[in-house]
């Protein structure tokens, strides 16, 4: 599978862990990293990475998201409809907005929508505010939308048949 076109990827950081593990010689200290990867135009993934060093844990995280990526229906810079996601006791509700309205999400939420290529969007994240369970509902929530031609496929219809267009054809 050679592809021809060099992809660009942005990564962002989500959080940087100490994690202790307590052994008989005395601790051992190593750091867990949570990153999200995408391409802006509707390809994100999220992985966690562990090591000794912080810059190794990135490392990791970044490559195992980026071969974790899920493809994500936009329409235009925005989704096609509101959606709600949940991951643990992290709630994340994600919705539509008009052009020119801007990335409106709290930190987490932000750098997963500014990967995906998201420009306008509107987020609120209820429950716990744990960066990972919030990513992940988030993450959660763009994986139940679907393009009208899938929905179309699954009932049986055209898209016109699905979004009403009949009335407005031309006898």
């Known amino acids: ?64 998201a980026r071969r974790k990526l899920i493809e994500i229906p936009l329409r235009e810079d925005t989704i096609p409809y509101d959606v709600k996601g949940k991951h643990g006791a992290s709630k994340v509700v994600i919705r539509s907005a008009s052009k020119g309205t801007g990335v409106i999400a709290g930190g987490a939420v932000r750098a997963l929508m500014e990967a995906l290529g998201v420009k306008d969007i509107l987020a609120k994240s209820l429950g716990s505010e744990n960066p990972q369970n919030v990513v992940k509902a988030a993450l959660n929530a763009l994986a139940k939308l679907r393009t009208a031609k899938h929905l179309a496929r699954l009932r049986g219809k055209t898209v016109r048949e699905l979004v009403g267009g009949q009335k407005n054809v031309a006898a």
Request: no cysteine; glycine share 10%; aromatic share 4%.
């Open 1 to 64: 599978m050679a592809e021809t076109k060099k992809e660009t990827f942005v990564d962002r950081v989500i959080s940087v862990r100490r994690v202790t593990k307590v052994t008989k010689g005395g601790k051992r200290f190593s750091f867990s990293a949570l990153v999200v990867t995408g391409d802006k135009s509707g390809r994100v993934g999220i992985a966690l990475g562990r090591s000794r060093e912080v810059s190794s844990a990135i490392s990791k995280a970044t490559n195992k």
